[in-house]
């Protein structure tokens, strides 16, 4: 299954799953509340998406969206992904993802190293998801 598909899966789950009837509004008429509502009921599963794998136009129509839902920094990682690829290999769904060797993670604040930013060729394990916009 394409990495997409699970995010919208995922998405589509997880406005069901809120209070507001979120899957019944258009996310561009959404308030910061409800981005926060979402990510706290898909933030556990997010972390398993591999965003590497999503095409950029696919990113620009399925994941933009609901870009105020991450941190600053965890988008402006995922957006890096594009805009400085590196080389991918498929990651195994039961390790969380973590921030590239020589590069750095969602999450963190410090500069890149020479190496890149975020998706290496070495397996992930770990993303530290939990600390986000605050």
Same mark, same amino acid.
């Given at each position: 299954?394409?990495?997409?598909?699970?995010?919208? $899966?995922? &998405?589509?789950?997880?406005?069901? #799953?809120?209070? +507001?009837?979120?899957?019944?509004?258009?996310? *561009?008429?959404?308030?910061?509340? +409800?981005?926060? =509502?979402?990510?706290?009921?898909? #933030?556990?599963?997010? =972390?398993? &998406? %591999?965003?590497? =794998? &999503?095409?950029?136009?696919?990113?620009? *129509?399925?994941?933009?969206? $609901?870009?105020?839902?991450?941190? !600053? =920094?965890? $988008?402006? *990682?995922?957006?890096?992904?594009? &805009?400085?690829?590196?080389?991918? +290999?498929?990651?195994?769904?039961? #390790?969380?993802?973590?921030?590239?060797? /020589?590069?750095?993670?969602?999450?963190?604040?410090?500069?890149?190293?020479?190496? /890149?930013? @975020?998706?290496?060729?070495?397996?992930?394990?770990?993303?530290?998801? @939990? *600390? %986000?916009? !605050?």
């Amino acid at each position: 299954m394409k990495e997409v598909k699970i995010w919208e $899966y995922v &998405i589509n789950w997880g406005t069901h #799953k809120c209070s +507001n009837n979120l899957s019944k509004k258009n996310v *561009n008429e959404w308030k910061k509340e +409800n981005f926060d =509502e979402l990510w706290e009921i898909v #933030k556990n599963l997010v =972390e398993l &998406i %591999r965003f590497n =794998e &999503i095409s950029s136009e696919s990113f620009s *129509n399925a994941v933009r969206p $609901y870009s105020l839902m991450f941190s !600053r =920094e965890m $988008y402006e *990682n995922l957006l890096w992904n594009y &805009i400085k690829p590196q080389q991918t +290999n498929k990651s195994p769904r039961n #390790k969380k993802l973590q921030p590239a060797v /020589g590069g750095f993670g969602f999450g963190q604040t410090t500069q890149p190293a020479a190496g /890149g930013f @975020g998706f290496s060729s070495t397996p992930p394990s770990g993303f530290g998801f @939990g *600390n %986000r916009r !605050r």
